[in-house]
């Protein structure tokens, strides 16, 4: 299987002043691309040829870096994608209830995300996700994901530099700001909350 770039769900410049067009057209065009590239390049008449993407990943953690890199950083810049919307949203229904019994509060939450965003050393990735009815906010590092591990992901934050770099320089405080004040989809992870299990990447 050969896997490709997935469109953008929005016009690129449907998230400024948080994230511009050009960081789009770069984050999204060259980065994510080169990800989804080489992946399709190092599972080429291999095994993991006829794979889906979340089985190349849970069969590459561990045992090939390279190629687990490579197809975590794809699906989680899929995600990432979906998890940011141009419209400003608010949670509703039972999304709310759950922030409310985990965070007290949609603004805690908010709160929350971005000083673990802040507080994450170096590069990686900061998540809303749910396990057991329950909501939480997890990180992992570097490529690392959250698609193969018992979590249901809800939202993430991309919070290498490369997300920010060209519209924040070094100010992630103001990229995660900008972002959880007004990009975060809401319905994207109502969606995925209503669902109970990981968001598949598109074939």
Not at 9 to 16: G, H, K, M, V
Not at 161 to 183: G, S, T
């Amino acid at each position: 299987m050969s896997f490709k770039l997935i469109d953008l769900p929005y016009a690129d410049d449907a998230l400024a002043p948080a994230i511009s067009a050009e960081t789009l057209s770069f984050h999204h065009g060259k980065h994510h691309n080169a990800y989804v590239t080489k992946t399709s390049d190092a599972i080429a008449g291999t095994d993991h040829a006829d794979k889906s993407l979340e089985e190349v990943i849970v069969a590459s953690r561990g045992s090939n870096q390279g190629l687990f890199n490579n197809s975590a950083q794809s699906w989680n810049h899929g995600f990432y994608w979906h998890s940011l919307s141009g419209d400003a949203q608010t949670p509703s229904g039972d999304l709310a209830a759950k922030i409310d019994e985990a965070f007290g509060s949609l603004d805690a939450l908010k709160e929350a995300l971005a000083s673990r965003g802040l507080g994450h050393f170096a590069s990686g990735w900061v998540w809303l996700a749910e396990k057991g009815g329950k909501l939480s906010i997890e990180e992992t590092h570097d490529g690392d994901t959250l698609a193969d591990s018992g979590f249901n992901p809800l939202l993430t934050i991309d919070v290498w530099e490369h997300a920010y770099y060209l519209d924040h320089q070094n100010a992630r405080p103001a990229y995660l700001k900008a972002v959880i004040d007004n990009n975060l989809n809401w319905a994207f992870a109502a969606e995925n909350l209503a669902r109970g299990s990981a968001w598949t990447y598109p074939a």
